[in-house]
Nanobody
Framework: QVRLVESGGDLVQAGGSLRLSCEVS????????MDWYRQAPGKQRDLVAS???????HYEDNVKGRFTISKFDAKNTLYLEMNSLKPEDTAVYYC?????????WGQGTQVTVSS
């Protein structure tokens, strides 16, 4: 079965950096869209960044210029590079992928940014 496993979440000071990884197993690494979402306590789950199979990217306004989404097909892995982190970036970050009408989700990784 398909599995998406996030890693890289940690406690970091404001202004610091983290790189999140999402390793895919159980299926070929070929999707129409791959995304990162995040959900803070008491908040809805929001889209952070997306990458389409042709390489086009999209970023939520609050992370533009700070976050970069990328993928490395040879490692079956999606990445989110996060720089200049702010306390408001604190959330559980989820990996998501779409193939046709099918959606896949990871279990999430916790990112906590302290002031």
């Amino acid at each position: 079965q398909v599995r998406l496993v996030e890693s890289g979440g940690d406690l970091v000071q404001a202004g610091g950096s983290l790189r999140l990884s999402c390793e895919v197993s159980g299926t070929i690494f070929l999707f129409n869209v791959m995304d990162w979402y995040r959900q803070a306590p008491g908040k809805q789950r929001d889209l952070v960044a997306s990458i389409v199979d042709d390489g086009r990217t999209h970023y939520e306004d609050n992370v533009k210029g700070r976050f970069t989404i990328s993928k490395f097909d040879a490692k079956n892995t999606l990445y989110l590079e996060m720089n200049s982190l702010k306390p408001e970036d604190t959330a559980v970050y989820y990996c998501h992928a779409t193939r046709g009408e099918t959606h896949y989700w990871g279990q999430g990784t916790q990112v906590t940014v302290s002031s």
